[in-house]
């Protein structure tokens, strides 16, 4: 009866190993689906990160940017340089002196501006010092960019 009842024991012993082993599995895998759950969530914000990445890069890529320099040259002269730095062209392109075309500005005369500017491409309007008028002070360049919206460039015009 002894051997019976130490055989008994064993099996009982087997059995809760058995069941102690399963829910250990069990749980494992239970850990193991939460584990790919949030990988598939962390895969699927980085694919959402990258798109919206690659649409801010794609929207920059339709742009225009125009940027302004003021270049002394003797011995009373300036030139106003507008430079687009963008990666796309400036359409429409409009300058303002003062709050006024620049072609109606005292100082600047009848110039001819491009109304387009090429990506990487350079514009001037030269002016003339004058005692009897003040030099503009303020410049705005409006334009459109490829993406059809409005861009602008306002600034003091810092003369050398």
Same mark, same amino acid.
């Given at each position: 009866?002894?051997?019976? /009842?130490?055989? /008994? +024991?064993i *099996?009982? /012993?087997?059995?809760?190993?058995s069941l102690w082993s399963?829910r250990?599995?069990?749980?494992a895998? &239970?850990s193991g689906?939460?584990i790919?759950?949030?990988l598939? *969530?962390l895969?699927?914000?980085?694919? &959402?990160l990258e798109?919206t990445?690659y649409?801010q %890069?794609?929207?920059?890529a +339709?742009?225009?940017r125009v940027v302004v320099?003021?270049?002394?040259?003797p011995?009373?002269g300036?030139t @106003?340089?507008l430079?687009n730095?963008?990666? *796309? !062209?400036?359409?429409? +392109? %409009?300058?303002?002196l003062d709050?006024k075309?620049?072609?109606?500005?005292p100082? @600047?005369g009848?110039?001819?501006?491009p *109304? /387009?500017? &090429?990506?990487n491409s350079?514009?001037s @309007?030269?002016?003339?010092?004058?005692?009897?008028?003040?030099?503009?002070?303020?410049i705005?360049?409006?334009w459109? &960019?490829?993406?059809?919206?409005?861009?602008?460039?306002? !600034?003091?015009? %810092?003369?050398?």
């Amino acid at each position: 009866m002894n051997i019976e /009842l130490a055989a /008994l +024991l064993i *099996s009982v /012993l087997a059995l809760l190993f058995s069941l102690w082993s399963w829910r250990k599995g069990f749980d494992a895998q &239970n850990s193991g689906n939460r584990i790919q759950e949030k990988l598939a *969530s962390l895969q699927a914000r980085l694919v &959402n990160l990258e798109e919206t990445k690659y649409q801010q %890069q794609r929207a920059e890529a +339709l742009k225009a940017r125009v940027v302004v320099e003021v270049v002394r040259e003797p011995p009373n002269g300036y030139t @106003i340089l507008l430079r687009n730095t963008g990666s *796309s !062209a400036a359409r429409n +392109l %409009q300058v303002h002196l003062d709050d006024k075309p620049y072609n109606q500005h005292p100082h @600047i005369g009848n110039q001819n501006l491009p *109304s /387009l500017l &090429n990506a990487n491409s350079t514009a001037s @309007i030269k002016y003339f010092d004058a005692f009897d008028f003040a030099p503009p002070r303020t410049i705005r360049v409006t334009w459109v &960019n490829e993406n059809g919206e409005q861009d602008v460039y306002e !600034a003091a015009l %810092q003369i050398p």
